[in-house]
């Protein structure tokens, strides 16, 4: 079995920035894609990002694109969600998952992802 914690969460100011972290454990992190979902109040599970196993490839969901980045670090078994420029309506659980396919693309749906994340509270302030 995997392993997912996520840390980093808070409350921010409009305009902030935070870093998300989830480290993982369990498998070979390094050969799976990894993505950010994320849940606002009485909203469905939204993808945010992914990036491919080796860290090449990465896909954006358009509203946080040129704001969020997302990176890894395989050596610790660690990815990443810089978010800068925050907006009220960044605010949401942030979960971190593990993708199905050895050494596949950044996919998009839940149904591709095996293993997630307790999630992480996302607040920004007006």
């Known amino acids: 079995q995997v392993q997912l914690v996520e840390s980093g969460g808070g409350l921010v100011q409009a305009g902030g920035s935070l870093r998300l972290s989830c480290a993982a454990s369990?498998?070979?992190?390094?050969?799976?894609?990894m993505g950010w979902f994320r849940q606002a109040p009485g909203k469905e599970r939204e993808f945010v990002v992914g990036?491919?196993?080796?860290?090449?490839?990465?896909n954006y969901a358009d509203s946080v694109k040129g704001r969020f980045t997302i990176s890894r670090d395989n050596a610790k078994n660690t990815v990443y969600l810089q978010m800068n420029s925050l907006k009220p309506e960044d605010t949401a659980v942030y979960y971190c998952?593990?993708?199905?396919?050895?050494?596949?693309?950044?996919?998009?749906?839940?149904?591709?992802?095996?293993?997630w994340g307790q999630g992480t509270q996302v607040t920004v302030s007006s």
């Open positions: 998952a593990s993708a199905n396919l050895l050494r596949g693309p950044p996919v998009t749906r839940k149904d591709e992802y095996a293993y």
């Open positions: 369990g498998r070979t992190f390094s050969d799976y894609a």
């Open positions: 990036i491919t196993w080796h860290g090449v490839r990465t």
